[in-house]
């Protein structure tokens, strides 16, 4: 029985160490950050665990005491107590990035609003759906279930409300709007908002552009519809994780664009704000990163591409190439540790879009966080959410 609870253990710390300080490499990208994504977002269910199990342990065998169980007992539980306080971090990091961007806020606080959920986070996997009424499955355009929204909007109803365009990830060649930003949508539908989250063709059997195209296709739908579902056709942000976020990017930077119009360049296709999240900016690797030239020579030029792709096919993907003075109000969110997108390739795409836009740019890097940190609530994808109501609240205040 001491080897079994040894066992145990000795799991849960190497899963707490390495959320603490990700493996490195190509090789481990996928599993470390599955690993420490779960390890970091449910840090106080794995202390919770690893208090309940050493006390049935110690309660078990009182008379033979294991101290090498017990050390690693220990020293898991004092990891996940740092991976909770680095969580906690989150709210003062967007609070700080968000200042220094907009000014202090102006808002009356609410001391309930920026609390952490605990009651929420105790059962992350049961959003609560109090308040708002989902439209679903709404077709945007021809092409079957990849090209279907759902609406998200206030039960009581509404008129002339902002909108919020998400736009999931998954690589370009998995995910669905029924996996990714519903926190965030549920939370700005509560508050006022339209929320709108799309399927897009997926790749392989879709090939770039296929995926932006989709994404201008929904766009165009939701300034001629969604007046009927309570929203404001003039006044739409977009958001994102991941290629989500690479998407939501490219949409902000490209308005208009007649290329990736086909068949529809006379539709508006301007947002008037972005919020991407650990996005992925540098397609055409021109900053030079090898990370950014390994995921082009891999997954994108084998699986995303079309065939025989030039150089300057993935410069007119990338937004970090696309940036001009005409870019709408940017708020980046990165986590610090990503084992996915590193982190300097989003601190190069906002390097670059402060040097060129002439609006608004807030970054805020998360300490501790993984790739996909908001998928379900958590501790710190509570503190990132209210950030993210404070910005989208004051671009819209201060639309142009």
Known sequence: ???????????????????????????????????????????????????????????????????????????????SAALIASAQRARGVVDDALTAALGPDERE?????????????????????????????????????????????????????PVLLQIHGGAWMTGSKNEQGRPLMLHMARRGWV????????????????????????????????AAYGGDPSYVVTTGGSAGGHLASLLALTPNDPALQPGFTGADTSVQACVPHYGVYDFAATSGSRASAARMRGILARHVMGPDPTHDDYVAASPLDRITDAAPPFFVIHGDQDSLVPVREARRFVEALRATSHRTVAYAEIPGAQHAFDIFPSIRSAHVLHGVERFLDWAHTHRE
Request: some cysteine; proline content about 7%; aromatic content about 8%.
């Open 1 to 79: 029985m001491h080897a079994f609870f040894r066992a145990r253990r000795a799991l849960q710390l190497a899963l707490t160490t390495h959320a603490r300080r990700p493996w490195t490499g190509h090789r481990v990208s996928v599993p470390g950050f599955v690993a420490g994504w779960l390890t970091s977002e449910l840090a106080p269910h794995l202390l919770a665990l690893t208090a309940a199990d050493t006390a049935a342990h110690v309660a078990r065998h009182r008379r033979s005491s294991d101290l090498p169980g017990l050390a690693m007992a220990a020293a898991s539980a004092a990891g």
């Open 109 to 161: 606080p609410d001391a309930a609003g920026l609390a952490t959920p605990w009651g929420r986070i105790v059962n992350p996997f049961k959003l609560d759906t109090d308040g708002v009424r989902r439209d679903q499955d709404i077709a945007y355009a021809q092409g079957g279930r990849r090209f279907l929204l759902d609406v998200y909007r206030p039960e009581e109803g509404t008129e002339n409300a």
């Open 195 to 226: 929320c709108v989250a799309i399927n897009y063709p997926l790749a392989p059997a879709a090939r770039w552009p296929a995926h932006i195209v989709a994404a201008k296709r929904a766009l165009a739908w939701i300034r001629e519809n969604i």
